[in-house]
C-alpha cells in the first residue's frame, strides 16, 4: 500500500498514463473510466482525475469552480543520474520549466506532465538529503 497519495487534475487521463508509466517509471494500478486512474511508484500512488469528470476529486466545486492542472504544488522523484534523465525526456519531447538548479542537498529540474502540473526530479548530493 502507498504510504503517499497525490491527486492530479490532468485534461487527458490517458495521455497522463503514457507520460508517467513510459517515462517516469510509473505502474497502472487501476483505470476503470475514461476520466480516472491510479498509478504507483514505491510508496507514492498518483491519483489522476480529468476536471469536471463526473464525481470524485475532478467534480465542479459548489461555487462552480472546476478543477484544473497546473499550479506549482508538486511530489519529487529521487533519481541517482538527473543531467541523464533529463537528457532522455528533453529528446522525448517533455517540457522543462527550468534547467538543472544545484542547491544545499542537491541538483534539482522541474518538468511538467502533459497536463502542465509540475514533478520536482531530484538527485541528492548529500547522504541526509536522500529520501
Sequence with gaps: MATVSVRYIVDDVDAAISFYCGRLG????????????????????????????????????????????????????????LEGLVGELRAAGTRFRNDVVTGVGGKQILLEDPSGNPVELFEPTRAEARL
Excluded: C, K
Design 26 to 81: 510509473f505502474h497502472e494500478d487501476m483505470h476503470p473510466a475514461p476520466t480516472f486512474a491510479m498509478l504507483s511508484r514505491g510508496d507514492l500512488r498518483l491519483v489522476l482525475s480529468a476536471p469536471g469528470g463526473g464525481g470524485g476529486g475532478g467534480q465542479a466545486m459548489p461555487d462552480g469552480t472546476v478543477p484544473r492542472p497546473g499550479g506549482w504544488n508538486r511530489f519529487t522523484l529521487e533519481v541517482a543520474d
